[in-house]
């Protein structure tokens, strides 16, 4: 864990002397970045909006990723590979296609991930606090939301024949993930239900019978175990019904097919075989899973979340109809609201891996990905630091600092206002930047998160959206939900078809003759006014 926090120092965190790799001879000359700039356009022009439907749709969110976090993991990776980093791109900052979400709740300015998940997935943007209910829901208020439910695009895949898949490492039955299948007025129920707050059930219990989800990774196991029972590694229930949704998710898939399994470790994940599983659930911890820093020291062992992309394809690819399957890199999230912007940076480069596992996997032209992020944070990257350096301003400070947390010292000494880092070990992992405003926990931040895009479709991300935007282009690529009858899909199938997938210009769906057909008529009719 010290050898990967010492990573990190090179970018921002230490204090004393960083090696660097300096500044490339090449770069002080003009002729390289005017033949960098030259590679880039010539590379610009190669790529083609792909035209078609999309058979297969990833969508890959960065809890919390904001676009000081990207920059910021950028690096990171870059140093980690022994550069200066800024140079380095990340998997998805090689998607053709880039855009901007506004992610505000309806009623909150600066959102949470349950409203986000409820707009980018549902397609329908909503209350802070509620999961797959609309904006007439009270938080915490069950009668509020009845009849007020939203679905996902998971669900109208499932409805179109695909399968479905969703992995996190945080509790599967967290924010981001619930969105995908659960309907509640409380992000918070989901292991119970208060009392009087029937008729509505908690999210784990309607993942288990409410839902059929092929493939479900993550931690989390504490919500699905009887009450006064503890888990293969000896944590303890959250439930208060004392049911087994483990068992019961087991008895209800056995009654489909005998190719399932339900796994708790590394070791048993490892030998599931995809070719004969139709159905996995794996819970690898009773909480969230670990930080990516802390996840080699993992007693039970847990994959990365590379290798459970990797799986969750390999499962779901068998559907001829094809998959939509929900990736989230949640502990980004958590790593920025302790402070801790070691954790969420290696987590950063985690998502990256595992981004890059479905890129390499998957076909451009029938397979959409797309890369977002639900909300950002308080988390700033300033200073003015040397290529790979820290910066160093009388009394020492990081470059990666937040505008509130924990990580508030309250010290002050003489007519310094922060904590002085000279003989602070700021490499190591569990560090807390230093923070303006003192909090307990760190608060996400407001502004517009980026959205990256391949594939079919890509390329109707283009500027500055709304975030539910995000799931009504991903039906609409693939024709479910309320786009599956429409003709617009009808039109894509067979443009796509004739064309292999892909058709150059912004065109959209519109035939390429059509608009050669017009622009000869246009011609003529200029001729004939000459």
């Known amino acids: ?71 910021a993991g950028r690096i990171l990776q870059g140093q980690m590979k022994g ?47 509620v999961i797959g209910v609309d904006a007439h829901s009270t938080k915490g208020n069950c009668a509020s939301s009845q009849d007020r439910e939203v679905y996902s695009i998971r669900k109208w895949s ?41 008729p509505c059930t908690d999210i784990a219990h309607q993942l288990v019978h409410d839902n059929d989800i092929e493939v479900v990774m993550g931690g989390g196991r504490q919500m699905f175990i009887p009450v006064n029972t503890t888990d293969e590694e000896g944590g303890e229930s959250k439930r208060q019904d004392g049911r087994d949704l483990i068992g019961e998710w087991v008895n209800k898939v056995a009654a489909k097919t005998g190719n399932f399994q339900y796994v708790w470790n590394n070791t048993q994940f490892m030998d599931v075989d995809p070719d004969k599983t139709e159905y996995l659930l794996a819970l690898f ?19 990365s979340l590379a290798e459970m992309t990797r799986k969750a394809i390999q499962i779901l690819q068998k559907n001829e109809k094809g998959f939509f399957l929900l990736v989230e890199g949640g502990r980004i999230d958590h790593g920025h609201h302790m402070n801790q ?25 029938d397979t959409l990905i797309v890369v977002t992020a639900d909300h950002s944070h308080a988390f700033a990257f300033a200073g003015y630091p040397g290529r790979g ?21 309250g010290e002050i000494t003489g007519n ?46 283009h500027g500055v959206h709304e975030q539910n935007y995000i799931a009504h282009v991903m039906a609409y690529a693939s024709c479910v939900g309320a786009y599956s009858d429409a003709n617009e899909c009808a039109a894509s199938l067979q443009t796509g078809a004739s064309t292999g997938g892909a058709a150059g210009g912004s065109g959209g769906r519109q035939s390429v003759w059509l608009s050669f057909l017009v622009g000869l008529w246009c011609v003529m009719l200029l001729l004939i006014r000459d």
């Not at 909150?108 to 606090?129: F, I």
């Not at 945080?170 to 292991?191: C, F, I, K, L, Q």
């Open 285 to 303: 911890n009773p909480s969230h899973m670990e930080y990516e820093v802390d996840r080699p020291a993992d007693k039970a062992g847990e994959p």
């Open 83 to 129: 550069g200066n980093g800024e140079d380095n791109k990340l998997s998805f900052d090689h998607f053709p296609n880039v855009a901007l979400s506004k992610t505000y709740n309806v009623d909150h300015q600066t959102p949470d991930s349950a409203g986000t998940g409820t707009a980018y997935l549902c397609g329908v943007k909503t209350n802070m606090g």
């Open 416 to 461: 310094n206002t922060r904590q002085n880092l000279t003989l602070v070990n700021t490499t190591d992992p569990n560090y807390k930047q230093q923070a303006v405003v003192p909090l307990t926990i760190e608060t996400h931040g407001g502004e517009d998160v980026a959205i990256f895009a391949r594939g079919p479709m890509a390329h109707l991300f």
């Open 341 to 365: 912007a070691a954790m969420a940076l290696h987590d950063t480069v985690a998502f990256s891996d595992a981004v890059q596992v479905a890129a390499d996997m998957m076909d451009l032209s």
């Open 158 to 198: 499932r409805d179109a024949g695909k399968s479905t898949g969703v992995v996190t490492t945080t509790r599967v039955t967290h924010a981001t993930p619930a969105a995908t299948y659960a309907h509640t007025p409380h992000r918070d129920w989901e292991g119970s239900v208060p009392d009087g707050q029937q």
């Open 1 to 71: 864990m010290a050898a990967r926090g010492a990573l990190v120092l090179c970018m921002c965190f230490g204090v004393a002397t960083v090696h660097s790799a300096g500044v490339p001879p090449s770069e002080r000359n003009p002729k390289f970045w005017n033949d960098k700039a030259k590679e880039e356009i010539v590379n610009a022009m190669k790529d083609k909006d792909v035209v078609g439907v999309a058979k297969n749709v990833i969508l890959f969110l960065g809890d919390g990723m904001g676009v000081t976090t990207v920059t």
């Open 389 to 409: 350096n820290p910066i160093l301003d009388g009394m020492p400070y990081t470059t990666m600092v937040y505008g509130n947390g924990p990580g508030h010292t």
